[in-house]
């Protein structure tokens, strides 16, 4: 009987260790899925910076942009001043 809760005992042990294993390597793969995200994430904010100003170049382009390009222009004026307001803090 003894030899047969050892056996089990060592067997749970295996399977600990194994599982310990396993539970490394799937932190390890979030890890690296987290920073691919957090790129993926930072392209993504990049490529909406670009789209604006594009459009703001688009529509200064003609007479009729020029006032939306302003509008434009004083919208991400605020926003630099919130996102200073903010570093002050």
């Known amino acids: 009987m003894i030899t047969s809760?050892?056996?089990?005992?060592?067997?749970?042990?295996e399977q600990h260790?194994?599982?310990?294993?396993?539970?490394r390597e799937y932190q390890n793969k979030i890890q690296e899925l987290t920073t691919i995200n957090d790129q993926h994430?930072?392209?993504?904010?990049?490529?909406?910076d670009?789209?604006?100003?594009?459009?703001?170049?688009k529509s200064a382009e003609t007479?009729?942009?020029?006032?939306?390009?302003?509008?434009?222009?004083?919208?991400m004026v605020r926003e630099i001043d919130k996102?200073?307001?903010l570093?002050?803090?």
């Open 5 to 13: 809760v050892d056996l089990k005992v060592k067997r749970l042990i």
């Open 17 to 23: 260790n194994e599982i310990k294993g396993n539970l």
């Open 41 to 48: 994430q930072k392209t993504i904010s990049e490529l909406k």
């Open 50 to 57: 670009k789209i604006k100003l594009l459009k703001i170049a």
């Open 63 to 75: 007479k009729e942009g020029a006032v939306d390009a302003k509008l434009k222009i004083n919208e």
């Open 83 to 85: 996102c200073i307001g």
């Open 87 to 89: 570093l002050n803090r």
